[in-house]
């Protein structure tokens, strides 16, 4: 459970810096790389558990991004081949979609297929993520713009209306948060 939210989303706020600081990177290294990930996951790790500790407003929670969905080719995707992800997926055949948060911050916290997509110019364009539930199906590639965006989204996000009603038939507390006015302070943490 978090008590002190400030910790999280300033981690998240970095993180958003470092990310953006790397679309002018055009040297890269495995430890450059490895950065990448380290921010990401733990990032959407950060956001499931603040959005589970209900210290983001419903709203911010219920978000979407904008993505790109690659199929399958068919070849199952393992441990031996999981790094050669263009060889996995039909890179020709990519699809727009949006997706729900916290599906997303899902396929982060148990990606199984993880990288990194440059343009043209080898700049950072997006990361891309298949979780072990989905890797033999489709792998997703979120911009980094979005991952920046959502990072900063919830980094900034201190909710002040705060309701809830016990649900018998769950056993536990129903829910809704709100940030009124943005700017203020946050009495939840």
């Known amino acids: 459970m978090i008590h002190e939210s400030h910790y999280w ?9 470092s990310l953006e600081r790397r679309l002018k990177q055009r040297r890269w290294y495995d430890g450059t790389f490895a950065d990448v990930e380290k921010k990401v996951m733990l990032g959407f790790y950060a956001i499931r558990k603040l959005t589970e500790a209900h210290k983001i ?26 790094h050669r992800w263009w060889e996995l997926y039909d890179l020709e055949g990519p699809r727009k979609t949006k997706m729900q948060l916290l ?11 993880f990288g990194c997509a440059f343009d043209e110019e080898r700049v950072l364009d997006s990361v891309l993520v298949s979780s072990d539930r989905e890797r033999n ?24 209306s705060y309701r809830s009603s016990f649900n018998e038939a ?16 946050s009495i939840l943490g």
């Open 9 to 17: 989303k300033d981690d998240l706020i970095k993180s958003a810096a």
């Open 57 to 82: 407003d419903d709203k911010t929670a219920g978000q979407s991004l904008s993505v790109i969905a690659f199929p399958s080719t068919g070849k199952p995707v393992t441990r031996i081949n999981r």
């Open 103 to 113: 599906p997303l911050c899902h396929q982060f916290v148990h990606s199984y297929v």
């Open 137 to 160: 199906r489709m792998l997703f590639g979120v911009p980094v713009g979005e991952v920046i965006r959502v990072f900063k989204s919830i980094g900034e996000n201190y909710p002040n």
């Open 170 to 185: 769950k056993r536990d507390y129903d829910v809704i948060i709100k940030t009124e006015k943005r700017g203020e302070i």
